[in-house]
């Protein structure tokens, strides 16, 4: 698993990750959610011992990653696909990775095909790939020595509708089969259909973590009812916070279950009662990190 301790990072007077502390399980796929800027970033350099934390730390199966025999064969990374040699070809960039990990040759093959890069793409240069192209070729990389535990940033960054498609069912697949992926993104909808946990992260804290099926619950319930007037009076006067949607239905931050209990009381047929959806999670996202909102601004 993925353990992190009170991480705090500083660089000069700038506090780019604030006294962190989460863990991604095995056998889950586990978010990492904010705007740019937010630290996400920040916190998975120190992940994978790029940064030095100022305090605390992040344990990889219980070790720091500098102390690893062999990292890529127990933590594949993906930081930034935009890295890797341009003059050298995809083939070329696996060979080498597999060599330094004591692997036979015959994997990068493998990893080739399962990422779906063709034999004439993988023998053509870095430079001459695309975003999602490079995105593939990352991941290939990350899976190259059978790892347990996956970090990715933004992999989903330049991939269209289908390699979006493609990277979640196999991301779904390894956590399936008991392995650990964390992944980062500043788009909830593309990490929201994938995960089972969520991290959300603003201005270098977590602001808000649970599975998702928690803090849906806690983005509360959309109810409509034959009597609009008295059933937003019924719930205000159960203690609840009640605001008017605009298509004129209620949402309140009580359970459905709470709603239904107010309504039967004060006699107001439903029409509609759920939990708010992702549209309400997406609400809740935006709203606690409203304030590292920052457009374009990477850390």
């Not at 990990?101 to 399962?114: F, K, N, S, T, Y």
């Amino acid at each position: 698993m993925i353990t992190i301790n009170a991480l705090t990072k500083r660089y000069g007077g700038f506090l780019a990750v604030d006294d962190v502390s989460f863990t991604a399980q095995p056998g889950r796929v586990t978010g990492f959610l904010g705007p740019n800027g937010a630290g996400k970033s920040t916190s998975m350099r120190v992940m994978v011992g790029l940064t030095p934390p100022t305090t605390g730390e992040a344990l990889v199966n219980g070790r720091h990653f500098t102390d690893l025999p062999n990292p890529g064969r127990e933590v594949g990374v993906l930081l930034d696909a935009s890295a890797q040699h341009a003059g050298r070809t995809g083939r070329d960039i696996l060979k080498v990775a597999a060599l330094t990990m004591g692997l036979p040759v015959a994997r990068v093959d493998e990893m080739l095909a399962l990422v779906g890069l063709t034999e004439e793409e993988a023998t053509r240069r870095v430079r001459h790939y695309s975003l999602g192209m490079r995105q593939r070729l990352g991941i290939a990389s990350a899976l190259l020595g059978d790892p347990e535990v996956l970090i990715l940033d933004e992999p989903a960054n330049g991939l269209d509708p289908a390699g979006i498609r493609w990277m979640r069912d196999l991301l779904r697949t390894f956590a399936d089969d008991g392995g650990t992926v964390l992944l980062s993104s500043h788009l909830l909808h593309e990490i929201e259909v994938i995960a089972d946990d969520l991290v959300l992260i603003g201005n270098g804290r977590v602001v808000a973590q649970g599975t998702k099926a928690e803090l849906l619950a806690a983005a509360g319930t959309v109810v409509r009812g034959t009597d609009v007037e008295a059933l937003d009076t019924a719930l205000t006067a159960a203690g609840l916070m009640v605001t008017r949607t605009p298509d004129k239905a209620l949402h309140t931050d009580a359970s459905p279950d709470m709603v239904g209990r107010v309504a039967l009381a004060a006699g107001v047929a439903l029409t509609e009662l759920r939990s708010a959806d992702g549209a309400g999670l997406e609400e809740m996202f935006l709203e606690l990190t409203a304030a590292s909102q920052r457009e374009g601004v990477a850390a």
